[in-house]
T-cell receptor, first 116, second 118 residues
């Protein structure tokens, strides 16, 4: 079975440009998460969805960040305009949230963003 | 607010040594979940274990073992007879208990970089 698929794997852009990161969760999973990893802040949750509905976006740093999940098999994280401090690895993860599950999050390989 | 502390930033051992990674957590919840994830050099995050707060039984899986002590809010991870392939960053994490499941809203520790030398 395919795991969580993220694209692009690497993105280098200039300050002020729009960046769109994409994620395809594992089929059948009803929770989708966007995490960001930086040296300074470690791994932090940005937003998560349940059945395509955003549940908690309190981790989204500011209005420049937005996330959507138009259907069960696709989500985007958009940064507009991008800034150098947005440079990080962005992980998408999905899980199957029924009672008794293992609680395992399945992570994608991450999208490494560098904003110059 | 939840908090996870991994006091060891980096650990370096020689192959076949045993190594313990410490994890201390803070939460006001009476029920919660604890996790360990591994991040190898390739970058992905790999699930290792989940433990419910109401189950303090220690667990062993091959060379891996976990010691959960609610009284000290600790969930330590031991690798026995370490191998070079164990070199990775290891994260401890904490999540809410949501009606019997844990849906992945995790608070991660800062991670411990483990290097196993041949």
């Amino acid at each position: 079975d395919a795991g969580v698929i993220q694209s692009p794997r690497h993105e280098v852009t200039e300050m002020g440009q729009e960046v769109t990161l994409r994620c395809k969760p594992i089929s059948g999973h009803d929770y989708l998460f966007w995490y960001r990893q930086t040296m300074m802040r470690g791994l932090e949750l940005l937003i998560y969805f349940n059945n395509n509905v955003p549940i908690d976006d309190s981790g989204m740093p500011e209005d420049r960040f937005s996330a959507k999940m138009p259907n069960a098999s696709f989500s985007t994280l958009k940064i507009q305009p991008s800034e150098p401090r947005d440079s990080a690895v962005y992980f998408c993860a999905s899980s199957f949230g029924i009672a008794g599950n293992t609680g395992e999050l399945f992570f994608g390989e991450g999208s490494r963003l560098t904003v110059l | 607010a939840q908090k996870v502390t991994q006091a060891q930033t980096e650990i370096s051992v020689v192959e076949k040594e045993d190594v313990t990674l410490d994890c201390v957590y803070e939460t006001r919840d009476t029920t919660y979940y604890l996790f360990w994830y591994k991040q190898p050099p390739s970058g992905e995050l790999v699930f290792l274990i989940r433990r419910n707060s109401f189950d303090e039984q220690n667990e062993i899986s091959g060379r891996y073992s976990w010691n959960f002590q609610k009284s000290t809010s600790s969930f330590n991870f031991t690798i026995t007879a370490s191998q070079v392939v164990d070199s990775a960053v290891y994260f401890c994490a904490l999540s809410d208990y949501a009606g019997g499941t844990s849906y992945g809203k995790l608070t991660f520790g800062q991670g411990t970089i483990l290097t196993v030398h041949p």
